[in-house]
């Protein structure tokens, strides 16, 4: 929006340099972006919030600029029909307003003024316009020009000479009525789009822009001055169904208040008998009532511990009051405030504080570290799920959250289950109770699938139900699927890495190594599946699915692969304490075992007797190489550990290390029958 600086000290005792304003408005929120010297004057371009319409008016940055600066307003208001507002005695005259539905238009106030004389707009009125971008008509439109910008009300003046009734009509248009707009464009509208109508036609799209039959040109002699409030919505709605967009579309779409709508009709009013030579004859009004104004109560003392700094009562009753709030001592250390209509972003007494430090200045407020309470109490469970599902977006796995009623038929193949049914289900797809979130993950990686993704990886934490003895139990559940290949690309190629069992094997491993659970085992089942033990407990099961469920779940023609864990056998044994260790002061030896051994030994199994037996010095075994072949005896298979020993108080000596590798070889060989390779 932009202004210029005199207009501006119309409404507000100021005497700082534009410049100077121009960082104070700045500070407070109204971003100034720029000022440009011009004609002995300066003009501002501000950028406008969409909550803060009431700054879409000279008034309305007058009031921030009183505030900030701390000086004295200037606005003078007129809110009854006294006075200057007194109407000239013509009983002839008569007017309706007749509105369709008043959420449409809250308000519609329509003024009647005989006589006018249409001419150019004096210098001072037709200059401070053109400086603003806004081009000078006649004084009629410059006058309607000149309060939308000053007052933030968008107005329009019809040649009431031109309407084809003594009533005036604010609906919804008909099936393919049409319209020319002032722009002399003809537009054809929806029966959404709200208008003005005389009894005929269509004579203003409302909120957004007049129509060209009726406009004032300079043989105009009667004048229909509306102000009115529209629903922001059905003029966002109609801008944009239209293609249009106007200063008067650009304010009524973020909201007008009544008591603006009202002292601004009667400013225009008094202009135009002033500078058109028009007498006011009738003033008509028709809506709703105007809303109450909310009130709020703010404690000085919550208020001084929110900043971090103490203002005084003084102070804050000032800056509220500049700011257009009513205030009152409501008790000792609290105000009563009253918020006016132009400010209903203002809710709660949080909503005044920031109004109090953006006008008091961030700048003033002191920087403090926050203070931070240790934490005394051991993490929850909600603590938990949350850093198991950041472990698991971190391994490159997207979370989904799938329905927990579900069709039977979705259970086809996956084993028996206790369900919970819904008595009355509300469709076929909401029979039971999920039993497991396996179902969920497949219909997701089917959806994925069916959109081309190479590959999906996703994971679910939820509760599944089961049917007990006398209530249903539930539990809480990790599910993961993942299905396709990822691909990376480096300046040698591209490298593709299909997802297996093992991948899922993987992900499971280092979930549980973050979570500090080391007891854990892999057993590899006769149907090729994979039981996964946490502290010697069956705690959940990985595999590969089978093609029947596939197609149950349409997916063609690629393998998934899925595990589900019951995490309440595992939450509890989540040990996030660690210990840290210097590196190794003396150095390791390694030695390597190749045996071959019957295929139905485990390789767990061949792991644990080696650590159990190679003694203290010894500090990991693992394979590093499996092997079969024409060399291996069917029905075996060659593996290959690694074992490293180091002491942590001296460098090792070849016998040590040879003594605990012999002893180890010999136990392989009496209890596995293993062969050296």
Not at 101 to 108: A, F, H, I, Q, V
Not at 217 to 232: H, M, P, Q, R, Y
């Amino acid at each position: 929006m932009k202004f210029t600086y005199n207009w501006l000290k119309d409404f507000v005792d100021i005497r700082l340099p534009a410049e100077e304003l121009a960082d104070k408005l700045t500070m407070a929120g109204l971003e100034v972006r720029s000022l440009e010297a011009k004609d002995g004057d300066f003009v501002f371009d501000i950028e406008i919030t969409s909550n803060r319409p009431d700054w879409l008016s000279v008034v309305g940055v007058a009031r921030e600029a009183a505030a900030i600066t701390n000086s004295k307003l200037k606005i003078q208001s007129l809110k009854s029909t006294s006075g200057s507002q007194s109407l000239s005695p013509q009983p002839k005259t008569s007017f309706k307003i007749e509105i369709e539905d008043k959420k449409d238009c809250p308000l519609y106030t329509a003024k009647i003024i005989r006589d006018v004389k249409i001419r150019p707009s004096p210098e001072w009125l037709s200059k401070r316009l053109e400086m603003v971008g806004c081009r000078s008509v006649n004084n009629i439109v410059d006058i309607i020009n000149y309060i939308m910008f000053t007052y933030g009300e968008p107005m329009h003046a019809f040649d009431l000479d031109k309407l084809d009734s003594d009533k005036i009509f604010i609906r919804r248009a008909k099936k393919y009525e049409k319209i020319t707009s002032i722009d002399d464009q003809e537009r054809v509208l929806e029966q959404d789009i709200l208008v003005i109508a005389d009894k005929e036609k269509p004579v203003a799209i409302a909120g957004i822009m007049g129509g060209k039959d009726t406009e004032v040109d300079g043989s105009t002699k009667n004048v229909l001055l509306e102000a009115a409030i529209f629903n922001l919505i059905v003029i966002r709605q109609g801008k944009r169904k239209l293609g249009m967009q106007s200063e008067s579309a650009y304010r009524f779409e973020r909201g007008i208040d009544y008591e603006t709508a009202r002292n601004a009709s009667w400013q225009a009013t008094r202009l135009i008998e002033e500078l058109c030579a028009g007498k006011c004859v009738l003033a008509e009004e028709s809506g709703l009532p105007a809303p109450k104004k909310t009130k709020v109560n703010l404690s000085l003392d919550h208020t001084g511990k929110l900043l971090g700094v103490n203002i005084t009562s003084s102070r804050v009753k000032s800056i509220l009051g500049n700011l257009g709030f009513a205030v009152s001592f409501k008790s000792k250390g609290v105000f009563s405030v009253e918020t006016p209509l132009s400010r209903q972003d203002v809710k709660a007494d949080v909503d005044l504080i920031e109004e109090i430090a953006r006008v008091y200045g961030f700048e003033n407020v002191p920087v403090t570290l926050p203070a931070v309470k240790p934490q005394v109490s051991a993490y929850t469970d909600t603590d938990r799920v949350y850093l198991i599902k950041s472990i698991l977006i971190s391994l490159g796995l997207s979370e989904i959250i799938s329905y927990s009623l579900i069709s039977k038929d979705l259970l086809k193949g996956m084993g028996q289950y206790s369900l919970v049914e819904i008595r009355n289900p509300l469709s076929k797809e909401q029979e039971v109770l999920r039993p497991t979130i396996i179902p969920g993950i497949l219909k997701a990686i089917a959806v994925n699938l069916n959109q081309k993704q190479s590959f999906i990886g996703i994971f679910e934490i939820s509760k599944i139900f089961s049917a007990g003895k006398d209530n249903p139990r539930e539990d809480i559940a990790l599910a993961i699927g993942i299905s396709g290949v990822k691909s990376w690309l480096f300046s040698q190629g591209q490298i593709k890495d299909e997802q297996g069992l093992l991948h899922i094997k993987g992900i499971i491993s280092t979930l549980l190594e973050r979570l500090g659970i080391n007891d854990y085992k892999f057993v590899l089942s006769p149907d090729k599946s994979v039981d996964i033990f946490v502290n010697k407990e069956l705690t959940g099961r990985a595999s590969r699915v089978i093609k029947e469920t596939l197609d149950n779940f349409d997916i063609k023609n690629k393998e998934v692969f899925i595990a589900e864990l019951y995490l309440g056998r595992i939450i509890n044994l989540v040990n996030l304490n660690r210990k840290f260790s210097s590196l190794p002061v003396y150095p390791s030896i390694s030695r390597d075992i190749s045996v071959v051994v019957k295929k139905e030994i485990s390789v767990d199994a061949l792991l644990d007797e080696i650590k159990a037996n190679a003694g203290a010095l010894l500090r990991e075994a693992k394979v590093i190489d499996y092997y079969q072949g024409k060399q291996i005896p069917d029905g075996s298979r060659g593996l290959t550990f690694s074992c490293v020993y180091r002491s942590e108080e001296r460098t090792l000596t070849e016998e040590e290390v040879n003594s605990a590798h012999l002893l180890t070889l010999e136990v392989l060989k009496n209890k596995f029958q293993a062969q050296l390779r």
